[in-house]
């Protein structure tokens, strides 16, 4: 009923940026919270950023003041803009999206499949 399809990842040197794209398809007739989560191998899961369709936004301690999440909502598409990385970035980074379907009117979470992120020299 809806996809979410992640882009934007890669290989980038310490200090470098990487911009991740989501965009969601099918049939939605709201999208709520959307967000950022990433795993590294033998790591849970675990919470990046989310922008709520007003806009407020969430980081995780870790990411703060170098991560950026946005969304347009015209596109159904959200974003992480990661400048400053480093190599505990390293992960498969998740987008998720809470999303009303339309018609049926019911909400739930979807998932992308993740977009792998390695910060290496």
């Known amino acids: 009923q809806v996809q979410l399809v992640e882009s934007g990842g890669g290989l980038v040197q310490p200090g470098g940026s990487l911009r991740l794209s989501c965009a969601a398809s099918?049939?939605?007739?709201?999208?709520?919270?959307m967000g950022w989560y990433r795993q590294a191998p033998g790591n849970q899961r675990e919470l990046v950023a989310t922008?709520?369709?007003?806009?407020?936004?969430d980081y995780a301690d870790s990411v703060k003041g170098r991560f950026t999440i946005s969304r347009d909502n015209a596109k159904n598409t959200a974003y992480l803009q990661m400048d400053e990385l480093k190599p505990e970035d390293t992960a498969v980074y998740y987008c998720?999206?809470?999303?009303?379907?339309?018609?049926?009117?019911?909400?739930?979470?979807?998932w992308g499949q993740g977009t792998q992120v390695t910060v290496s020299s």
């Open positions: 998720s999206a809470r999303v009303q379907v339309a018609i049926i009117l019911r909400t739930s979470d979807y």
């Open positions: 922008v709520t369709g007003a806009g407020s936004t």
């Open positions: 099918g049939r939605i007739f709201r999208i709520y919270t």
